[in-house]
């Protein structure tokens, strides 16, 4: 049984297209993450969530949006994807607050935009 | 904002030794001290993790210890065995948020 699973696991597409990544956990946690891994392993913070709001919205460009339907899911919407865009994207939960609780991570999605 | 450094970048040690990486943070608030682990393809996963009231802790072959009066804490493993290899990230907490350290490669050699 997943604990954090994100569709899709790969992504290639162009310059100026727009795609979506989805995460669910089956967990029953209150707060979700999406974070971005670049090729040099940095992790950054980008959105957080708890039961469906956002708590955390880092300096991201507003290219990038995050929706979540119920506090399983958290889905990542960018727009007009440029190559800097390209990047492992990962999804986790935790039970509560960031700083208290133990994050769970999903596999990753590796977006390639040529 | 919090500052946070992880030494070293890459630390290669042979099998059956011991690997110690430090992690240094600015916010003398933060009160959680976390340890993750992100093996080849995968996403991080929680280690060990320890709050602000304990010097140290123990699990297996792998423990943290803090000092809170320098704002450092460290990863200690002994006995490194191949499945070790990965990338730690330290991730002390500030503002109700984690904040991740850059990781260390910690490569095992036979």
């Known amino acids: 049984d997943t604990a954090v699973s994100q569709t899709p696991k790969y992504l290639v597409t162009q310059m100026g297209n727009d795609k979506s990544i989805k995460c669910e956990q089956n967990l029953g946690h209150d707060t979700m993450y999406w974070y971005k891994q670049d090729s040099k392993k940095f992790l950054k913070i980008m959105f957080s969530y708890n039961n469906k709001e956002l708590i955390i919205n880092e300096t991201v460009p507003n290219r990038f949006s995050p929706k979540s339907p119920d506090k399983a899911h958290l889905n990542l919407h960018i727009n007009s994807l440029e190559l800097g865009d390209s990047a492992v994207y990962f999804c986790a939960s935790s039970q509560g607050l960031p700083s208290t609780y133990e994050q769970y991570f999903g596999p990753g999605t590796r977006l390639t935009v040529t | 904002g919090e500052n946070v450094e992880q030494h070293p970048s890459t630390l290669s040690v042979q099998e059956g030794d011991s690997a110690v990486i430090k992690c240094t943070y600015s916010d003398s608030a933060s009160n959680y001290f976390p340890w993750y682990k992100q093996e080849l393809g995968k996403g991080p996963q929680l280690i060990i993790d320890i709050r602000s009231n304990v010097g140290e802790k123990k699990d297996q072959r792998i423990a943290v210890t803090l000092n809170k009066t320098a704002k450092h804490f460290s990863l200690h493993i002994t006995e490194t065995q191949p499945e070790d290899s990965a990338v730690y990230f330290c991730?002390?907490?500030?503002?109700?948020?984690?904040?991740w350290g850059a990781g260390t490669k910690l490569i095992i050699k036979p």
């Open positions: 991730a002390p907490d500030s503002n109700y948020q984690l904040i």
